[in-house]
Each structure stands twice: as C-alpha cells, then as structure tokens.
C-alpha cells in the first residue's frame, strides 16, 4: 500500500524473493519522492538523540551503490546515484558555533569530519560567498535523483511482475485491502508504506495506528551551468538553515521548509523567500540561474522522526499486517535498507538487527 520510493523498492525487492507482489497507488512516486532533494547524508542529519537513526542511515548508505547499480542494470535507467560528500558551512561566528557542534557530535558517533577554514569551503566551492567563516566536510555523505530513482524502480517493478493498481486503498481489514472503487484486494501480507497518509487508512487495530503525521517542506529549483556546485551544500545562516543539492546536468535543487500546517500542499510566496534568502547568503550568483519549479508536498514525520518498521502490535505474523511508514525527512536515503529489512522480515519472520529498534512497539504507553 504505497507507492513512493519505499513501497515501490519492497515491492521489487519482494518479487525478486519469490512473492506474487500488487502494489496499490493512484499516483506512484508523486507524492513526497517528488520533491525531495534526495541528500544520502547519515552523518549530516545525525543528532544527539538519534544515535539508533543514525545507524540506519548509514548501513542503508553503505547498500547504496549496490542497490543503484543492480537497478540500473535490471532497468538501463539512471539514478543520479553520487558520492560527492556534503559540505556543512556556518555564515557568521554563531552559525560556525552551531558547526563545530556538529563536529562534536561527529567525533561521538567514530565519523569524525574535516573541519574547513572559510578558504577553504571557498577552495572546495568557488560560488560561496566571501563571508563564509567555515564548515565541516562529510566526505561519505552523497545524493541520488529522486525521480529517476522513481522511474528507475517502477520500471523494476514492472519487469519483475508487480501488478500495480492505480487507486488509493481507503480500508485494511486483516489481510484484505479495499480500494477506493470498493473492490478488495486478499494477500498473505499487507505491506503498508503510504507516507504520512498510513494513518488516514481506516480498519487498522488501535494499536496498529501509526503516530505519523504530515510535515509541510517547500523546495525549489533552478537551473544553471553544469559544476556550479560540486557537492551537496548545507549552510547555517544566522540560525536558519538551507541545503543546495546539485545534479550533473546543471539542476540545483534548494530546499526545505519544514511547517507543521496538516495537509496543506500550497507553495507560498514566504517559503520560497526565505530559500531564496539564504540561499543567496551563501551562494550569491544563484540569482542569474533559472528558475524552473517550487513544489510542496508532506513528509511523514513520527514523534521521535524514526520510521515504524516490521508487525503490528501483538499479533505478530499472524495479522498479516507490516509497517514501512514515517520516514520523516530520510525516505530516500533509507530505500536501500528498509526494503532490506522488510522483504527480510516476510521471509524469515525477523527483523535485522540494524531495524529491530524501529517497530511500533517502542511507541506504546506514549513513552516517545
């Protein structure tokens, strides 16, 4: 249930185990794939209080250049798959404080990063504005293109059998699906990966409910000369913070706002200006790219941002019912791995151990 990059790569990855596979969406890869800017950045989005997360991140980072390059050549489709680094740079001596943090934290987690002087951020990325006062490059963080990861895995599907049905599923009731047009789909399993919408869908046990709701992030992108940027750029600006993702054809995708507005998906003139604000901070000479699309969409964001992984509550294997839902800002970086560990679960009755401290389980009492 679910077609994003999430439910489209368990949806392979389980017809390549043997499993007679439909996948479920009414518009597959246009939800919150995308917009994304798809930064593979672990050690970048690590935190202090999301050691388990971090885990994750990079053990799905370390799958992928197998993943992208099985579904290249299952497919002939690219996926934009890179390993550039991320460059995290501060504007100001506050914004810098807010960097050397980070390498603190870095140390902690055995991924130390390369503290950079303002030259040198300018030396590695000549478009940076002259006030840069420093940063910290993260050489094992990289990128893939969301929508060719789309393309690329619908694709996969197709070739390996999945029947795709074009319709919202509005109901799960044990192993059963009813879609929107009140048919009903049967299966052995029920795989539901629908975003932020994974708690919309009625039938579910009360303790099957997912805790995810939607988290508003507006992006933009331009377009420009090819190696205007090198790498992923992330920028602190007087406490507010942006990212620039460049792709080898000249787009440069600047994002994202995070609003907790419900369900609202409009592009506003605000969001867009404080991209554009510090964007321009840090790298002046984006104002003579061209403008080409800004577009929102919701992430499913959890209470502790981890994803809910493996059964339902209680029954176990006997509901037939799994979770791949909330994956908050790292959908796309968690593809690899989370399919891993889902058709790993269908097959084997376990979770990995990387996994294990996802389940909904670790939700129960409130206790997150």
């Known amino acids: 249930v679910g077609g994003g990059v999430i439910g489209l790569s368990i949806a392979w990855r389980a017809a390549q185990a043997g499993f007679d596979v439909t996948a479920a969406d009414p518009d597959p890869g246009q939800g919150a794939s995308h917009a994304a800017a798809g930064m593979l950045t672990p050690v970048s989005e690590a935190a202090y209080t999301e050691k388990e997360l971090f885990g994750l991140g990079a053990t799905s980072l370390a ?11 299952a497919t002939g489709r690219p996926t934009g798959f890179r390993l550039t680094g991320t460059l995290q740079v501060g504007y100001d001596h506050d914004d810098l404080a ?7 934290l870095h140390d902690s987690l055995g991924v130390p990063g390369q503290r950079l002087t303002g030259r040198e951020c ?28 789309t393309r690329a895995l619908l694709a996969a599907v197709d070739r390996a059998g999945v029947r795709m049905i074009r319709q919202p599923v509005t109901r799960i009731e044990g192993r059963t699906a009813r879609l929107a047009d009140g048919t009903e789909a049967g299966a052995d399993w029920v795989v539901l990966a629908a975003g932020w919408n994974s708690a919309a869908i009625d039938g579910l046990p009360a303790g099957a409910v ?6 508003k992030g507006q992006i933009l992108r331009l377009r420009g000369p090819a190696g205007f940027l090198t790498r992923s750029v992330r920028g602190v600006i007087r406490g507010s913070s942006v990212y620039l993702v460049p792709r080898e054809d000249g787009e440069l995708v600047v994002g994202a706002t995070q609003e907790e507005l419900g369900e609202d998906t409009r592009v506003t003139a605000g969001g867009l200006w404080e991209l554009l604000r510090d964007a321009r ?13 800004a577009v929102a969409r919701l992430r499913p964001g959890t209470p502790d941002n981890g994803p809910i992984l493996g059964p339902g509550p209680a029954d176990g294997r006997a509901g037939g019912l799994v979770l791949a839902t909330g994956h908050f800002r790292n959908g ?37």
């Not at 790993?344 to 129960?364: D, M, N």
């Open 210 to 215: 997912p805790p995810v709701r939607p988290v």
């Open 63 to 73: 799958r992928y250049p197998a993943f992208a390059a099985e579904l290249t050549g």
């Open 332 to 368: 796309v970086l968690l593809t690899p791995v989370t399919a891993d560990a889902i058709v790993g679960y269908l097959t084997s009755g376990q979770l990995p151990e990387v996994a294990a401290h996802f389940t909904i389980e670790r939700f129960a009492g409130g206790s997150a």
């Open 122 to 149: 300018r030396r590695l990325e000549p478009m940076l504005d002259p006030a840069v006062r420093g940063g910290l490059l993260a050489e094992a963080d990289g990128s893939v293109d969301p929508r060719q990861l």
């Open 281 to 293: 901070a840090l790298v002046p000479g984006l104002t003579e790219l061209e403008f080409t699309e």
């Open 98 to 104: 807010v960097i050397d943090e980070l390498r603190d």
